[in-house]
Every structure is written in C-alpha cells, then in structure tokens.
C-alpha cells in the first residue's frame, strides 16, 4: 500500500487477493518486544481479541509465510528457517527425504525426531482486548501463529461454502474481529474455537486509523535471504553437531559424510543448485509436512523452548 486512501478501496480486490491465495494453495522471535502472544493460565488457556491489520506501509502482503524446523537431536537443538522457503535446497529436508524412502522405518524416525519442516505466519495485529495483559489494548504488534489459524483467515477470503460473503479481515472498515480462544487439548494448544466475529469497522477518526497503520511493523525481514536464511553449508554443518556423531543413518555416517556418499558434496563445497539433488523435489514434496501430534505445534515449541 502507498498512501491510506488506497485502503478504502482495497474491498474491491477481494478477487484478486482470494486468486492468490487459492493459487498459492494449489502449488527467534521469541524475545522479540514487537511480537505479542495471549498468555495462558495454569490449565493453558487463554483467549484476546485482535485485529488482523493490512499491508504496512510500502508492501503488498498483509502477512508472510515462511517454513522451518525446531527439533533436539543428541548434540542439541536444530532451530532455524528452512532455506525451501526462498527456493534453495535445505540439508535437514535432504536428509528427512533419505530416511523417509526407507519404508516405515525410516518413516517413523522422522516422525520420532520431530525433524520435519513446520509452516508459519507473521502479520500484524491491533490487540483489541488482553484480559491478562490489558496495558497491551490498543497497541500494534506482530503476531505469528500456524496454520490452524491462517486456515480461518482464508476461509474469510476464499469461503468455502456457497452463498457466504467473501471479505477482507483485515479491512478497517469492512473486515472483522477476531476471537483468539486457545485451549490445551492432548498437551498441545488449540485454536479450534477461534472464530471471526460480525464484520465490523475499527473504531476511530481517518487519522486515528492512518495513526494505526503506520504504526505497523515491516514483514518483508523475516524472508530476507541474507538476514533470515542461513547458508546450505552452515545449516548442514550446524545439522551434525545437533545430531551427534551421526545422523541415525543406517551407515551411523556424520551427515557431511552421507551427503558426500550420496550427492558427491562436502560441507565445504558451494552449493549452486537451487533444488535439492539429494532427492527429488516431488520426493520431498510427497513426505507429509505436519508430521506433528498437532497442526499447531509450532506454537507449543516457541513455549517449550522459550
């Protein structure tokens, strides 16, 4: 968006917005002051209500996507963004596609390390109500969240049954609210009660709203291939230390050694393909990504690991 009169006719572009996502379908923030979250209470539940806000000033996407993987392996932790988000190869998906073609057992090892890649989203919200933390009310912050949620957002934009009105949330004047409900269910956080309540307008003068909108965060940094993304040697490197002295392979190879076994790379050697040789691009894509006792359990690692 480049000036605030272009949001009063954005509502015309729900078509178009409602395309992009149907095409898109088809095919360490954790300390981060700008970022807000709904706390919960001793039994893990929490409720808010927020916002769902537009594109920042300057941008074209009212929130971004972007995978990863958080797992703990014998030598530590494995957190970092997954370099298919930006179309590079990612050593973690290599080696998840090299276990995953070895039938069940190499199957459930992945399930059991928990290595799969996990989707995300970040946008930006206006907290409405914050019955734990209510000096948060009015304030503008980054949200991110999983595909639970990003599914009900989408649903306004594309409905999925017949006859139900297509609209923006995010629209100052025409969107909708949203009730963030969060209840602890088999020891993971669900989100299946959130709702979209009555479309409604935010409340406030033009210039109140103008004040709301610039005050928003940019999105564009957390897909920064330079700032975001580490390179294919580091996160391979970084892979073996957090695996041990092996990455469970049947050979008990360190992964520099099974990737140089299987592909002819070292960790040294630069990496210029742009799709993952190790194994195929359908292969990888094939291997389910929510390998998780829950669609959101990237929520429940951020507090796991916080």
């Not at 206006?126 to 969240?145: C, S």
């Not at 949620?149 to 139900?164: C, H, L």
């Not at 269910?185 to 669900?190: A, C, Y």
């Not at 194994?279 to 990504?289: A, H, R, T």
Request: charged letters at 25%; a negative charge.
């Amino acid at each position: 968006m480049k000036s605030f009169s272009d949001l009063r006719n954005q509502s015309a572009g729900v078509a178009s917005i409602a395309k992009a996502l149907t095409d898109k379908s088809t095919k360490k923030n954790f300390d981060d002051a700008r970022f807000w979250q709904a706390a919960l209470d001793k039994a893990g539940n929490g409720q808010a209500l927020i916002r769902f806000l537009p594109p920042p000033v300057d941008e074209q996407d009212s929130f971004i996507q972007y995978w990863s993987h958080g797992f703990k392996g014998p030598g530590g932790w494995f957190i970092e963004n997954c370099a298919t988000t930006i179309g590079l190869p990612c050593p973690v998906c290599e080696d998840n596609g090299v276990h995953w073609q070895q039938g069940e057992d190499g199957q459930k090892f992945v399930r059991e390390r928990g290595s799969k890649r996990k989707l995300n989203f970040v946008t930006n919200v206006l907290v409405l109500k914050d019955p734990a933390n209510p000096d948060n009310e009015g304030k503008v912050f980054l949200f991110k969240y999983g595909q639970k949620i990003q599914q009900k957002y989408e649903d306004a934009i594309v409905p999925p049954f017949e006859g139900d009105e297509a609209y923006l949330p995010y629209d100052f004047w025409a969107g909708a609210n949203f009730k963030l409900r969060i209840v602890k269910k088999d020891g993971f956080s669900n989100f299946d009660q959130s709702v979209f309540e009555g479309r409604t307008p935010v409340k406030g003068t033009d210039g109140e709203l103008e004040a709301i909108w610039k005050a928003q965060h940019s999105l564009k940094e957390f897909i920064d291939p330079e700032k975001k993304f580490k390179s294919y040697n580091d996160l391979t490197k970084q892979l073996s230390r957090a695996l041990g002295a092996s990455t469970g392979n049947l050979g008990g190879k360190t992964i520099e050694e099974s990737l140089q076994a299987i592909s002819g790379k070292t960790a040294d050697a630069p990496v210029t393909h742009k799709v993952a040789e190790l194994v195929s691009k359908e292969e990888l894509e094939s291997i389910p990504d929510d390998l998780s006792a829950s669609a959101d359990s990237i929520e429940s690692l951020r507090n796991l690991i916080k």
